[in-house]
């Protein structure tokens, strides 16, 4: 009888933990991208002016913005059109020549499904064509920023669906948009109390750095993808550190709040925001073993509170973070509508994103 339980939690949670936007809809298993990008071994037997060229898979960023602080603008720019991908997706590479690259390296795939990613103006951080395809998009200055915040994205996000067309406010750009648009709007009565610390600028990165989800299934209940994009997402903020940039905020839809979970004690993570999370592998706050303040909220209508909190034999994303007893801080989101809505110009849980983001929240 026991046996016969835990195979009906098991399957309660196969089809009822979903980690993204798409609603209801059958998965599939995907192979997560992992490991050093397309182009490494040509990479990895080229040098400059003599010099071997940091290995992408273990120079650590602050090793590569060193390699490149000591080359001059000749020796980088033909390190971006001989490797634009490996030189796009290598953190701690300078900025601009991460821009450069990733646009070269868009170009060069001629697919016309990626075409918009190069188009003038988009700042491109990230590009990896491999599988469904990933990216991370700026929006703002990031060289200047005096706050950075990072989307990271639940399920049915890639780098061909991450600037889809879709409900406004919604998928990564959509997110990463109106959060910045936020931040640059005085802040309504209702939302976090904040203090007197001035805003100053922010720069919004929508990061669908690792390979999520499809739809409902085993990949969304369990946590290997998860397990797979915490590495690259830790990664990836260290790279920001290794440019200067200042520690970031992580706000953490769905799926991709338990990346952010198992992330959470390798970043230098200011804040750590789970929306309409099913749980970030940890029983309380104190477990995710960051320095960082987390904040969690869900909306009123938002399906994920019908995701069962438990954790069987690797299926489950464990404790809710909006309960009282997991410790997080609060955010107001009474008024945000289904699982997408987190981000709806005018909802008291946008309003709280953008006073986090700027550092005003208390």
Not at 30 to 58: C, E, F, H, I, M
Not at 86 to 93: S, Y
Not at 213 to 221: H, K, Q, R, Y
Request: contains cysteine; hydrophobic residues 45%; proline residues 7%.
């Amino acid at each position: 009888m026991r046996r016969f339980g835990r195979t009906l939690v098991t399957a309660a949670l196969a089809v009822t933990v979903v980690g993204g936007t798409a609603g209801w809809a059958s998965g599939e298993s995907q192979s997560a991208v992992t490991g050093p990008p397309p182009g490494t071994a040509a990479w990895r037997a080229d040098t400059a002016y003599g010099r071997a060229l940091p290995d992408p898979a273990t120079a650590t960023p602050h090793e590569v913005a060193r390699f490149f602080a000591g080359l001059d603008d000749a020796a980088r720019s033909a390190l971006v059109r001989n490797h634009p991908l490996v030189v796009g997706n290598l953190d701690g590479a300078p900025v601009p020549l991460r821009y450069e690259a990733n646009r070269l390296a868009v170009v060069a795939t001629g697919e016309a499904r990626y075409a918009s990613l190069s188009a003038p103006g988009r700042r491109i951080l990230a590009f990896d064509p491999r599988g469904r395809g990933q990216v991370a998009e700026v929006f703002g200055d990031l060289e200047h920023a005096a706050h950075v915040s990072v989307i990271v994205p639940g399920s049915d996000n890639d780098a061909t669906s991450h600037d889809a067309r879709r409900a406004p406010h919604t998928g990564p750009a959509g997110m990463a948009r109106a959060l910045r648009t936020a931040t640059e709007t005085p802040a309504a009565g209702g939302s976090v109390a904040t203090g007197s610390v001035a805003g100053g600028s922010v720069a919004v990165i929508a990061w669908t750095g690792y390979t999520t989800p499809v739809g409902v299934g085993l990949d969304a209940a369990d946590g290997r993808l998860a397990a797979a994009g915490a590495p690259r997402l830790a990664r990836f903020t260290a790279g920001l550190d290794a440019v200067g940039a200042p520690d970031p905020v992580l706000f953490c839809h769905s799926y991709g709040s338990v990346v952010c979970g198992l992330a959470a004690r390798h970043t230098d993570a200011a804040d750590i925001v789970a929306l309409g999370s099913p749980g970030m592998r940890a029983d309380t706050a104190d477990d995710l073993r960051t320095k960082a303040r987390v904040w969690a909220g869900r909306g009123p209508s938002d399906w994920i509170a019908d995701v069962p909190n438990v954790s069987f034999a690797g299926i489950g994303h464990g404790a809710d973070p909006t309960s009282a007893a997991f410790g997080a801080r609060r955010v107001p989101a009474a008024d945000v509508r289904g699982h997408a809505g987190y981000f709806t110009p005018g909802t008291q849980s946008l309003a709280a994103f953008a006073a986090i983001a700027k550092g005003e929240a208390r």
